[in-house]
Every structure is written in C-alpha cells, then in structure tokens.
C-alpha cells in the first residue's frame, strides 16, 4: 500500500499568516492527489484534485503543489472559518489511501 | 443542490449483519460512480467501496472483501453497503461519496455519515 504522511500533526497560526502542509507519499503517485478540509462532526469537504486544481466554490487562498512523492496545500491567508483538520489522499493506486491528518488551529 | 443521505446505521453485535443506505439527490445519480468510505474518530478516513455508474463494476478494499457488498438501485437514486460478519473494527463511521468521474476513485462529495457500532 502506498502510505501518506502528513506534516506538522498540529499547527497553530494566527489570522492572515501563510500557512503550509505538506504530505509525502510513499512512492511516487504522478500528481493524483487531493486534498479535503473537515471540521469536527462534519463529512470531509473537497479543496483541491490533481495536486493542484481548485475544487469549484473552494476559495482562492487554497492552492496545491507538487508533484511525485511531495506535495504541499497552502493557505496564503488564514482566516477562521479554515479551522479544521485537513487530508490529503492518493487516488493513483489501489488502496487508495489518505494522510492521518493535520489539525490546524487559530491562534 | 447534491445531496447524499446515509442510513441504516446502529449497533449490532459481532458477527451479524446490516446494511446501509445512501439516498442521494441533485445530480445524474445513474451518470456518476460512488464510493463507501469509513473513518475512525481521529483518524484519516478509510476508503471501502466502489460500484461503478451502472453497477457493472465493483471494488472492495483488503479489509472488508467477501464480507461487504456495494450495490446501488438507480432507479431508486440509491446506494446500499450490505455487511456482513461485522467485526469490533468495524465500528466506526461510515460514509458515501460520490466519484465525479467514471472510477477516479476520489470523492466530491460527502454524505453526513452514519454511525455503525460493532459490540456485545
């Protein structure tokens, strides 16, 4: 199985500050990744697919990068309403499999 | 809008059955391939199981095959996850999700979930 590790666990950033994730796959999975945002007791919501492609309605501030076995989303200004857990998950191969998460949470 | 309901979600003790619904609206349901998908409290989710647009196409994951069956009634715009031989770890939430293409096996969109507790 391809396995996705996520960095940081946690991070904490105040309002209007860059913040960024980072997953590494395993192997490499070309650029067939996404990335979801959940908040607590709420389903997964869609941000970006294929590294890098905005999901409609999804706000400009998210964007996606990478490319292989790195990849990184970036928030380039936090706000609170971005408060949440975020995931990124390989479709390139079975099983696909997501990240365990990073939380991210408002100073 | 899209919408996907779950239910069917409870507790049953190890080793029995229940089957899970997933009633969606707001789009195609019979154009569009759709997944389970399962997530343990603060854990990363868990993909279970696809069926194809015309049900034509099915596929398990590892941990589940030969015990869940993906099924789906399009014309009833409805998706069914029957488990059986239910286990401790398969307790969890479960959710549908929708493929936004013909087997790209991610997921724009996410019903609410339903919760299944597995225990005696």
């Known amino acids: 199985d391809i396995q996705m590790t996520q960095s940081p666990s946690t991070l904490s950033a105040s309002v209007g500050a860059r913040v960024t994730i980072t997953c590494r796959a395993s192997?490499?999975?070309?650029?067939?990744l996404a990335w979801y945002q959940q908040k607590p007791g709420k389903a997964p919501k869609l941000l970006i697919y294929g590294a890098s492609s905005l999901e409609n309605g999804v706000p400009s501030r998210f964007s996606g990068s990478g490319s292989g076995t790195e990849f990184t989303l970036t928030i380039s200004s936090l706000q609170p309403d971005d408060s949440a857990s975020y995931y990124c998950?390989?479709?390139?191969?079975?099983?696909?499999?997501f990240g365990q998460g990073t939380k991210v949470e408002i100073k | 809008q899209v919408q996907l309901v779950e239910s069917g979600g409870g507790v049953v003790q190890p080793g029995r059955s229940l089957r899970l619904s997933c009633a969606a609206s707001?789009?195609?349901?019979?154009?569009?391939?759709m997944h389970w998908v399962r997530q343990a409290p603060g854990k990363g989710p868990e993909w279970v199981a696809v069926?194809?647009?015309?049900?034509?196409?099915?596929y398990y994951a590892d941990s589940v095959r030969g015990r869940f069956t993906i099924s789906r009634d399009n014309s009833k715009d409805t998706l069914y996850l029957q488990m059986n031989s239910l286990r401790a770890e398969d307790t969890t939430v479960y959710y549908c999700?929708?493929?936004?293409?013909?087997?790209?096996?991610?997921?724009?969109?996410w019903g609410q979930g339903t919760l299944v507790t597995v225990s005696s």
């Open positions: 998950q390989q479709y390139d191969r079975s099983p696909r499999t």
């Open positions: 707001g789009f195609t349901f019979s154009s569009y391939a």
């Open positions: 999700a929708r493929d936004p293409g013909d087997l790209l096996y991610y997921f724009d969109y």
């Open positions: 192997q490499s999975i070309s650029s067939w």
């Open positions: 069926i194809s647009y015309d049900g034509s196409k099915k």
